[in-house]
C-alpha cells in the first residue's frame, strides 16, 4: 500500500524551483517527489538536533545534579 499524500499548493522563489528542478532531473525523480525527499531529510536532521541537544542538556543537568552530590558527600 502505499503511503498517504497530502496535496498542497506552494509558492517559491524561481531560483529555488529552477535549483530543485535540476537536482531532481539529475536524481531522476518529479520536482515533487524531490521536494518530499528534501524536506522528510531536513525534518530527520532536526530531530537529530533536538535529540542530541535534549541529552546534552540532560547530561549537563546530571553532571551538575552529581557534582553537588559529591561535594555534599565530601
Do not use: C
Not at 38 to 51: I, Q, T
Amino acid at each position: 500500500m502505499k503511503p498517504l499524500k497530502t496535496r498542497i499548493s506552494i509558492t517559491i522563489d524561481d531560483p529555488i524551483y529552477q535549483r530543485i528542478k535540476g537536482l531532481a532531473e539529475y536524481d531522476d525523480r518529479s520536482v515533487s517527489s524531490y521536494i518530499n525527499l528534501a524536506l522528510r531529510e531536513h525534518l530527520e536532521r532536526l530531530d537529530g538536533l533536538v535529540r542530541s541537544a535534549f541529552a546534552a542538556g540532560w547530561r549537563a543537568a546530571m553532571g551538575s545534579d552529581l557534582k553537588e552530590l559529591m561535594d555534599e558527600d565530601g
